[in-house]
């Protein structure tokens, strides 16, 4: 099978307060608004080769509306098509969008609705942005957080084997690791890449009754230095840390969560090893091999479970760090170190 994805472009969330999550991204997190069309609004990192990596929309809740890749080829967008198609699920052929060409959108098997597109709109800065760098798209953020670039979305779904095995055999994305927990024989979180990369996709294991959840999104910064800036000057302006700073030890990658004005989670992200094995076997951590804290020493707040939008059947966490109607069994050691 050809290569079908390159890479992941940009996400589309929802929010009931648009004006507030922009401001939020514009202020605090260092995206700059590019352009505002049908409602929506598109911001950029000042390192994303395309016009846009973030889009705000309205909505009644915090969700995630889209998943934006781009294929590898035209070639490789008609193929996805016909392989999703040839795998039950049927898709929407557009001829243009904001800042792309034809595209292909679709909703997967757990929910989460994904477009495809190849020919898209090179950023070109103005005078006032423009780098003295050639590669650049535009000059480096003075922002404390600037990211450089849009780095993965990790979903929720029901079944974490069954996501991943979907989206490996369907789309071509290497599953690089799972984590099960401890006690239980219960697979928690999977990571999968369309490239060299540990991963630009992830899926925690969702015991909601909602279908096309999302736990999180990351942007990348360059450094690790530049990672604990952001974190103190987020906690200098009020702006709580959720999670971290700290690593992975699934990708080890150094990270940080932090929630926008909606609840909408963020990571921010950087370093960890890149993988180009085309075979590659992913393996199993555990969370007592430190699969989300590479050191083994950290606990991960029980609010890292939530899920968005929220599920009425499953309340969110409560003050006191519990989950009224869930598996305690399964989320307290999951909450320790479980997630990758």
Same mark, same amino acid.
């Given at each position: 099978m050809i290569k079908l994805l390159s890479h992941?472009?940009?996400?589309?969330?929802?929010?009931?307060?648009?004006?507030? @999550? !922009?401001?939020?991204?514009?202020?605090e997190f260092g995206l700059r608004v590019v352009a505002r069309e049908d409602g929506k609004v598109y911001l950029r990192s000042w390192g994303d080769y395309y016009t846009y990596s973030l889009v705000i929309a309205e909505g009644p809740e915090a969700?995630?509306?889209?998943?934006?890749?781009?294929? @590898? @080829?035209?070639?490789?967008?008609?193929?996805?098509?016909?392989?999703?198609?040839?795998a039950g699920v049927q898709g929407q052929w557009t001829d243009r969008s904001v800042g792309h060409g034809k595209s292909y959108t679709f909703t997967g098997p757990y929910g989460h609705t994904m477009e495809l597109y190849w020919d898209v709109d090179k950023y070109q800065a103005d005078a006032e942005h423009a780098s003295v760098f050639p590669d650049r798209p535009e000059k480096r953020s003075k922002h404390a957080v600037g990211p450089?670039?849009?780095?993965?979305?990790? !979903?929720?779904?029901?079944?974490?084997?069954?996501?991943?095995?979907?989206?490996?055999?369907?789309?071509?994305?290497?599953?690089?690791?799972?984590?099960?927990? *401890?006690?239980?024989?219960?697979?928690?979180f999977s990571v999968l890449t369309t490239n060299e990369k540990s991963h630009d996709l992830g899926v925690v294991l969702d015991s909601s009754s909602r279908p096309g959840r999302i736990n999180h999104y990351a #942007?990348? !910064?360059?450094?690790?230095?530049?990672?604990?800036?952001?974190? *103190? !000057?987020? /906690?200098? &302006?009020?702006?709580?840390?959720? #999670?971290?700073?700290?690593?992975?030890?699934?990708?080890?990658?150094?990270?940080?969560?932090?929630?926008? %004005? @909606?609840?909408?989670?963020?990571?921010?992200?950087?370093?960890?090893?890149? &993988? #180009?094995?085309?075979?590659?076997?992913? &393996?199993?951590?555990?969370?007592?091999?430190?699969?989300?804290n590479l050191y083994r &020493? =950290?606990?991960?707040?029980?609010? /890292?479970?939530?899920?968005?939008?929220?599920?009425?059947?499953?309340?969110?966490?409560?003050?006191?760090g519990i989950l009224p109607g869930t598996e305690e069994a399964i989320l307290? %050691?999951?909450?320790?170190? =479980?997630r990758g």
């Open positions: 992941l472009s940009h996400i589309e969330i929802a929010t009931p307060d648009v004006a507030a @999550s !922009v401001k939020f991204y514009e202020e969700a995630l509306n889209i998943m934006g890749w781009r294929t @590898s @080829s035209a070639e490789a967008l008609d193929e996805a098509a016909k392989r999703v198609e040839a450089r670039q849009l780095d993965h979305v990790t !979903v929720a779904a029901s079944d974490v084997r069954g996501f991943a095995k979907w989206y490996n055999e369907v789309l071509g994305f290497r599953i690089m690791a799972y984590t099960v927990l *401890d006690d239980h024989p219960v697979t928690v #942007y990348w !910064v360059d450094t690790r230095e530049e990672l604990l800036q952001g974190a *103190d !000057v987020l /906690m200098e &302006n009020n702006v709580p840390i959720e #999670y971290g700073p700290s690593i992975h030890g699934i990708g080890e990658q150094s990270f940080l969560y932090l929630r926008d %004005p @909606s609840g909408m989670r963020i990571e921010v992200n950087t370093g960890g090893y890149r &993988n #180009y094995v085309p075979d590659w076997e992913p &393996n199993d951590w555990k969370p007592s091999t430190g699969s989300n &020493n =950290g606990a991960m707040p029980i609010s /890292m479970t939530e899920s968005f939008p929220p599920d009425a059947g499953h309340p969110t966490a409560t003050e006191e307290n %050691p999951y909450a320790v170190q =479980g």
